[in-house]
T-cell receptor, first 112, second 110 residues
Framework: NAGVTQTPKFQVLKTGQSMTLQCAQD?????MYWYRQDPGMGLRLIYY???????DKGEVPNGYNVSRLNKREFSLRLESAAPSQTSVYFC???????????FGPGTRLLVL | GQQLNQSPQSMFIQEGEDVSMNCTSS?????WLWYKQEPGEGPVLLIA?????ELTSNGRLTAQFGITRKDSFLNISASIPSDVGIYFC??????????FGTGTSLTVIP
């Protein structure tokens, strides 16, 4: 099993550009999550999907949208990137929304 | 937003020494998790705790769910160079959102 995979690993954007971060898991987990990690801030939840067909806002949702494409895939979209969105983005999944989360390797995003 | 306070922020220790770190919150949590993150990687789960007072070990690692439910502790015995990384705590109250600590960076000097 690959676990949680994320693409791309690195991305550089100019302010105003859009992009989609992809995440997939092969553990048949119901719940999936997107976090951002900034220096000295720990991980902060952007959006999550408790089950296929549902999505909810987390702590820092502004400037982002998500799509739970199917049970395996959960994408994060930046419609108009801003320098404040420079961060490392982690996707995670868990068997249910009450269970331990398993993380992907991260996507490093730089917005100029 | 809710944030967990971890201390210390960083540690530099000699190989073979024991390590202690903790995580505190002003709120009560029902679940505590401890993760380790190595450079360029995502966090990897080390230990999960589900009951107040619970003490759980994973090899040289031992974690405790504080009796007040507002804190948790992680100890590493006889540290080795591969213990290097950032250790994060995470807590969950009711509901399905986990809150993460700011991390403790551990450096082990051979």
């Amino acid at each position: 099993n690959a676990g949680v995979t994320q693409t791309p690993k690195f991305q550089v954007l100019k302010t105003g550009q859009s992009m989609t971060l992809q995440c997939a898991q092969d553990m048949n987990h119901n719940s999936m999550y997107w976090y951002r990690q900034d220096p000295g801030m720990g991980l902060r939840l952007i959006y999550y999907s408790a089950s296929e067909g549902t999505t909810d806002k987390g702590e820092v949702p502004n400037g982002y949208n998500v799509s739970r494409l199917n049970k395996r895939e959960f994408s994060l979209r930046l419609e108009s990137a801003a320098p404040s969105q420079t961060s490392v983005y982690f996707c995670a999944s868990s068997e249910s929304d009450m269970e331990t989360q398993y993380f992907g390797p991260g996507t490093r995003l730089l917005v100029l | 937003g809710q944030q967990l306070n971890q201390s210390p922020q960083s540690m530099f220790i000699q190989e073979g020494e024991d390590v202690s770190m903790n995580c505190t919150s002003s709120s009560i949590f029902n679940t505590w998790l401890w993760y380790k993150q190595e450079p360029g990687e995502g966090p990897v789960l080390l230990i999960a705790l589900y009951k107040a007072g619970e003490l759980t070990s994973n090899g040289r690692l031992t974690a405790q769910f504080g009796i007040t439910r507002k804190d948790s502790f992680l100890n590493i015995s006889a540290s080795i160079p591969s213990d290097v990384g950032i250790y994060f705590c995470a807590g969950r109250r009711t509901g399905n959102q986990f809150y993460f600590g700011t991390g403790t960076s551990l450096t082990v000097i051979p």
